[in-house]
């Protein structure tokens, strides 16, 4: 997978990690334009992805930050889960879980994409 960004779109926000000194939630990582920041904390995970606790520097809420292996994943598939990506980013339905950012991490291939944060259990429960 090309280690373009998935969304063109940039904060201007400046980020230490010292900023968010949360006791409960240690900082993991940022995302590639210094507006998203993982927590430690994993929300879920599925079959493909793992979900943990994420923070959103220029709105001040809370978001989940998904992240995707794609190491073992096949071209296709790699070019699929861009695919519908693109396809979340443009839907705007109250229903629909709203994507806000995507990027692929040039050291690991990892698909990293910001969604908002659902805290009233899964769609089993």
Sequence with gaps: MSQ??????????ELKFSDLGDSNHDVAEESDNKRFVRYKVEVGRGAFKTVYKGYDTDEGVEVAWNKLPTQKMQEKDRNRVREEIGILKKMDHPNILRCNYAWVDPTTNDVNFITELMTSGSLRE
Excluded: M, N, R, V
């Design 4 to 13: 373009e960004k998935l969304d063109e779109s940039a904060g201007d926000a």
